[in-house]
C-alpha cells in the first residue's frame, strides 16, 4: 500500500498501483519482500521522486529509501487498528509513527532532514498485489495544519506547535455567542420601548380631540 502526496494526479502504474517517474513524495507500506537482504518485512520507507526517478521494484526501493523501518507485526495487530501519522513541516522534517502495538501506542518509524515538496499537491492511496493477496481498507484519513510558533524569552525559541483543526466556518468563541445574545435583548427593548412610546402618543392624541 502507498501514501502519496505528489503534484500530478494519480494514474495507475507499477509502483503500489501507481505510475513511476512522480514529483513528491510516496510512503510504501510494503508486506512482501522481494530482493533486499538484511531487511525485516512488513516494512515502512519514503521515497522523494522528481519526475525522473524510477523506482527500484525489484530490490523493494532500497536505492530509493529516503528514511524507513521494519513494522515487524503489523499485519498480525489482531484488535489494535493499525494507524499511521505523518507529520510534515515544510523545508524542515518529515515523521511518521505508528500505531499497531497497542491502542494509542505510538511508534516512531523515522525522522528525516529536512525535504521540500511540492506547494501544490495531491493526496491519494493506492495498493498492488502480486501471487500473494493482502486486503488495506481505509477507514478513516483526518488531516491537521501545522505551524511554527516563535517565543522571545531571551532569545528565539522555535517550538513546533500544531495548529486548531481547519475549520473554514470560523471558530465560535463563546465570549461571540454572549454578545449576539445581548445585542438581541438590547434590540428587543428597543423594540418594546419604541411601541409603547408610539401607543402612549397615539393615545394623547384621541385624547387630545374632546
Known amino acids: 500500500m502507498a501514501i502519496w502526496l505528489i503534484e500530478e494526479r494519480g494514474r495507475p502504474g507499477k509502483v503500489f498501483g501507481h505510475t513511476d ?7 510504501f507500506i510494503d508486506t512482501y519482500k ?4 538484511g531487511t525485516t518485512f512488513p516494512y515502512v520507507m519514503a ?3 522528481n519526475g525522473t526517478k524510477a523506482y527500484d521494484k525489484d530490490h523493494d526501493g532500497k536505492d530509493n529509501e529516503l528514511a524507513g523501518c521494519s ?13 499511521i501519522r505523518i507529520t510534515y513541516y ?3 522534517s518529515l515523521r511518521v509513527d ?3 502495538k497497542a491502542v494509542d501506542e505510538w511508534t516512531e518509524c523515522f525522522e528525516t532532514e529536512p525535504i521540500k515538496l511540492p506547494q501544490t499537491a495531491f493526496l491519494g492511496f493506492s495498493a498492488e498485489t502480486g501471487e500473494l493477496t493482502d486486503n488495506h481498507d481505509i477507514i478513516s484519513v483526518a488531516s491537521q495544519n501545522l505551524h511554527i510558533r516563535q517565543r522571545q524569552t531571551g532569545g528565539v525559541d522555535t517550538e513546533k506547535v500544531p495548529s486548531r483543526p481547519y475549520n473554514p466556518g470560523g471558530t465560535k468563541e463563546p465570549g461571540g455567542w454572549r454578545w449576539f445574545f445581548l445585542k438581541m435583548i438590547l434590540f428587543g427593548v428597543v423594540v418594546v420601548g419604541g411601541y409603547v412610546g408610539y401607543t402612549m402618543y397615539r393615545a394623547s392624541k384621541r385624547g387630545s380631540r374632546f
Open 71 to 83: 513494522a515487524r507485526g503489523i499485519r498480525s495487530s489482531g484488535t489494535v487498528p493499525t494507524k
Open 21 to 27: 517517474f512522480f514529483h513528491g513524495l510516496g510512503i
Open 47 to 49: 521515497m522523494v521522486g
Open 34 to 37: 522481494n530482493q533486499r537482504p
Open 90 to 92: 515544510a523545508e524542515q
Open 98 to 100: 505508528l500505531q499497531y
